[in-house]
């Protein structure tokens, strides 16, 4: 039975992301004061005569601190996740799905990050509404190692936890799972701060929820996401997609192509990828019936 959204499962939806961006800032100013000590420690050492140097931009800074903030926050968030699964236990578990049949999430997710990125570079949408250039800098500041790390790794497990694992996990007390899905990309979308990344990861977050329905795991959404921010690091940073701009009809057949393989393998999905609903024994819920969250 669905619940009625009040102020405070409101405020338990928006808090999540809310709580993240804070720590994004506080990390923010974290990696300011010690690029302060080590500047001062420079100064010092080039006194007494020794050779030290510090050399982060604000961009690079600002990658630094976004590496930071996953790294606090993935705890963080796992925890929140788990609460509330305690809070709420479901009636069912799903047995896994084989492991093979998860080759078709990365795929997906790479093949529609081609497609989307290329669609949105063709709208020009950028153009109209500025921002994603700032962001970009920030985001492809380091060394493309570091970047397949940070933004391969690292964030999309944090925001998977947050959005999928937590965000929607809780819209759905409300609503269908078609309305909780529209919302959560609607949030993942306006979290991302511009136009064009926002509606880059309106569509990507509608999959990454089918995925995770689909598979009834965390593990899907996260390799989904995974997959895509490596095509976007590789993309920005390589030659990887250079020859795509030879020509229109050329951008346009790889743009055509991308997403038809992704329908190819979202298919496959329906079709081959249906975990068999088995009934929990509840006994081991007993103790989680009082169990409460402020979060």
């Keep these: 039975m669905r619940k009625h959204l009040d102020?405070?499962?409101?405020?338990?939806?928006?808090?999540?992301?809310?709580?993240?961006?804070?720590?994004?800032?506080?990390a923010g100013y974290v990696v300011?004061?010690?690029?302060?000590?080590?500047?001062?420690g420079a100064m010092t050492g080039i006194l007494r005569g020794r050779s030290f140097s510090v050399n982060l931009d604000w961009n690079e800074m600002g990658f630094v601190a976004m590496a930071l903030a996953a790294l606090v926050s993935?705890?963080?968030?796992?925890?929140?996740?788990?609460?509330?699964?305690?809070?709420?236990?479901?009636?069912?578990?799903?047995?896994?799905?084989?492991r093979w049949r998860y080759v078709y999430v990365p795929a997906v997710g790479f093949l529609m990050a081609v497609g989307t990125n290329q669609l949105i570079s063709l709208l020009n949408i950028d153009r109209f509404f500025p921002g994603y250039e700032e962001t970009s800098q920030t985001l492809y500041a380091m060394n493309v190692w570091a970047e397949l790390v940070v933004l391969g790794i690292?964030?999309?497990?944090?925001?998977?936890?947050?959005?999928?694992?937590?965000?929607?996990?809780?819209?759905?007390r409300y609503c269908s799972v078609t309305a909780a899905a529209l919302w959560t990309s609607f949030f993942f979308g306006v979290y991302h701060g511009n136009m064009s990344q926002g509606i880059y990861a309106f569509l990507l977050s509608l999959l990454m929820v089918y995925v995770k329905e689909k598979y009834?795991?965390?593990?899907?959404?996260?390799?989904?996401?995974?997959?895509?921010?490596?095509?976007?690091?590789?993309?920005?940073?390589?030659?990887?997609?250079?020859?795509?701009?030879?020509?229109?009809?050329?951008y346009l057949a790889?743009?055509?192509?991308?997403?038809?393989?992704?329908?190819?393998?979202?298919?496959?999905?329906?079709?081959?990828?249906?975990?068999?609903?088995?009934?929990?024994?509840?006994?081991?819920?007993n103790d989680s019936e009082n169990y409460n969250t402020n979060l």
């Design 154 to 172: 690292l964030v999309p497990i944090v925001e998977e936890l947050i959005f999928r694992a937590v965000v929607y996990e809780r819209i759905r």
């Design 74 to 98: 993935i705890p963080l968030f796992l925890s929140m996740k788990n609460r509330d699964e305690l809070q709420y236990p479901s009636d069912y578990r799903y047995e896994p799905v084989a």
């Design 32 to 40: 300011v004061f010690g690029m302060t000590l080590m500047s001062f």
């Design 216 to 250: 009834h795991t965390m593990t899907a959404p996260i390799l989904f996401h995974m997959s895509a921010n490596i095509y976007s690091v590789l993309a920005t940073e390589t030659a990887l997609v250079d020859w795509v701009t030879e020509s229109l009809e050329l």
């Design 7 to 26: 102020i405070r499962g409101f405020f338990q939806i928006v808090i999540p992301p809310v709580i993240y961006v804070i720590i994004q800032r506080i």
């Design 254 to 285: 790889v743009m055509v192509l991308s997403f038809a393989i992704s329908l190819l393998a979202i298919w496959r999905i329906q079709e081959e990828v249906a975990p068999e609903r088995v009934k929990k024994n509840r006994e081991w819920h």
